[in-house]
T-cell receptor
Framework: LAKTTQPISMDSYEGQEVNITCSHNNIATNDYITWYQQFPSQGPRFIIQGYKTKVTNEVASLFIPADRKSSTLSLPRVSLSDTAVYYCLVGPRERDAGNMLTFGGGTRLMVKP | GAGVSQSPSNKVTEKGKDVELRCDPISGHTALYWYRQSLGQGLEFLIYFQGNSAPDKSGLPSDRFSAERTGGSVSTLTIQRTQQEDSAVYLC????????????FGSGTRLTVV
């Protein structure tokens, strides 16, 4: 299983763009990169998933370089409500290819007014 | 239901007692997972159910922990002879492998062993 490394914490201000980078040097060919957001007293919530290049949805963008050894979650114009822990996960998407996805410690994002 | 439902939301128990935690996954999701999250920590995988296959129990920390899933739907995580180190939030997640939306987590059960 690919191990991930993220910054423990980040601070930002409302309206700024936040980029959180995750390192996954041992990513396998069939691994996807998925990001989750977790608020206190709630379970993690899916944000975005990608395999290579760039993925964008209504919440965030995910940038993945050609070597796929890292990925960057980009949150545009953050607000106070984006204060949460963000987890980067790497693992196969196929059902029978292994399912013990490992959540690391995540990145605690604090958005200040 | 629309989401993953877990009960109880909070449980306080005395050391040595047994507890049962329940997870009701999203209807039609064949994959169900249990994770544990200690205060301020990441998620620790416990067990995984996929359809009628034998569950992956490789994450269970001791033989005091067990889980079952009846009828491919509701799952119960049982902790016998609870210890203080079992105190954590126990999260359940389900997944539809036919879609690309990853896991859907419940809000968890906060277990406190006193």
């Amino acid at each position: 299983l690919a191990k991930t490394t993220q910054p423990i914490s980040m601070d930002s201000y409302e309206g700024q763009e936040v980029n959180i980078t995750c390192s996954h040097n041992n990513i396998a060919t069939n691994d996807y990169i998925t990001w989750y957001q977790q608020f206190p007293s709630q379970g993690p919530r899916f944000i975005i998933q990608g395999y290579k290049t760039k993925v964008t949805n209504e919440v965030a963008s995910l940038f993945i370089p050609a070597d796929r050894k890292s990925s960057t979650l980009s949150l545009p114009r953050v607000s106070l409500s984006d204060t949460a822990v963000y987890y980067c996960l790497v693992g196969p998407r196929e059902r029978d290819a292994g399912n013990m996805l490992t959540f690391g410690g995540g990145t605690r994002l604090m958005v200040k007014p | 239901g629309a989401g993953v439902s877990q009960s109880p939301s909070n449980k306080v128990t005395e050391k040595g007692k047994d507890v049962e935690l329940r997870c009701d996954p999203i209807s039609g999701h064949t994959a169900l997972y249990w994770y544990r999250q200690s205060l301020g920590q990441g998620l620790e995988f416990l067990i995984y159910f996929q359809g009628n296959s034998a569950p992956d129990k490789s994450g269970l920390p001791s033989d005091r922990f067990s889980a079952e899933r009846t009828g491919g739907s509701v799952s119960t995580l049982t902790i016998q002879r609870t210890q203080q180190e079992d105190s954590a939030v126990y999260l359940c997640a389900s997944r539809n492998w036919a879609k690309d939306h990853g896991y859907t987590f419940g809000s968890g059960t906060r277990l406190t062993v006193v």
